[in-house]
């Protein structure tokens, strides 16, 4: 299938450039191929449970990018096992005494039912208390959660895009925040919008900034080459031990993936 259409304009002439999306399947393993007017092949392994993805030349045929795949499958196995073995959250039941994390801390949940309006409180930096109407359910406690969440998340991006924007010389026309199962942040440069994930909340704060910092480095180089990563080590030098600690931190349980 035609995937994504890219479109940009050198003097009168248009250039229009096509991906084709397709699934393969090799050695009960499902791999998705982007063909894309480009040269080498790029071969990814993706969190959170090791989806394989390879990008190819338009050119290349099923049988050369099975062969390629082929040689890859130890590499790709360690991966795939190396994702699928880390620790996942299990299901919040938003009940006094769980564990939650928020900004790189673990805290204990206090459940308090009151006939007030529902509000979130950090007490000794240990405890959550979560102050609900009595006979809440679980979705309902759930979505007031994730609307905390997403606040908190805007005040720490708020001055994190302020404060990077003035470091490295770039604009962007805005930021949002979304849950998203397989990427902690994505660029539109065309558009310079920046996605930010919600669970990056859970985070430490510097996890949250190296993401910024690596989405706004998209507006200067957007494909992840020599040149971007010169811009990471002279904008962020320690953005590598970041970049481990967030592959390496516990991912959020997500129903069906």
Same mark, same amino acid.
């Given at each position: 299938? /035609? ?13 229009? @450039?096509?991906?084709? !999306?397709?699934?393969? *399947? ?12 480009? @040269?080498?092949?790029?071969?990814? =392994?993706? &969190?959170?449970?090791?989806? =394989? ?33 880390? &620790? *996942?959250?299990? &299901?919040? %039941?938003? #009940?006094?005494? %769980? ?8 805290? #204990?949940?206090?459940? #308090?039912?009151?006939?007030? /309006? ?14 609900? !109407?009595?006979?809440?359910? *679980? ?15 805007? /005040? ?24 998203? !199962? ?7 440069? @065309? ?45 962020? &030098? ?18 069906? #993936?």
């Amino acid at each position: 299938m /035609k995937d994504k259409f890219f479109t940009n304009i050198f003097g009168n002439k248009k250039v229009t @450039k096509e991906v084709i !999306k397709s699934e393969i *399947r090799i050695n009960n393993l499902d791999v998705t191929v982007l063909k894309k007017d480009i @040269k080498n092949l790029h071969l990814n =392994v993706l &969190p959170p449970d090791g989806r =394989v993805r390879v990008s190819v030349p338009k050119r290349l045929n099923e049988d050369n990018i099975r062969l390629f795949v082929i040689s890859k499958l130890p590499w790709i196995r360690k991966h795939i096992e190396h994702f699928q073995s880390q &620790p *996942r959250e299990t &299901p919040r %039941e938003y #009940i006094t005494g %769980e564990s939650h994390y928020f900004k790189g801390a673990r805290y #204990i949940l206090n459940l #308090i039912e009151y006939d007030g /309006k529902h509000k979130i409180e950090i007490r000794n930096m240990k405890y959550i208390d979560f102050y609900v !109407k009595k006979n809440m359910n *679980r979705e309902q406690k759930e979505r007031i959660f994730l609307r905390w969440h997403r606040k908190e998340l805007e /005040k720490e991006l708020l001055n994190i895009f302020i404060e990077w924007q003035n470091i490295m010389g770039v604009v962007i026309k805005e930021w949002r925040i979304k849950r998203m !199962k397989t990427k902690w942040g994505t660029c539109n440069t @065309k558009a310079k919008r920046i996605w930010i994930n919600l669970e990056l909340i859970k985070k430490p704060v510097y996890c949250i900034e190296y993401i910024v910092v690596h989405e706004l480095v998209h507006l200067l180089e957007n494909n992840h080459n020599k040149r971007f990563y010169g811009y990471m080590d002279k904008f962020m &030098p320690q953005w590598k031990s970041y970049k481990k600690e967030l592959n390496e931190s516990v991912l959020r349980y997500y129903a069906g #993936i």
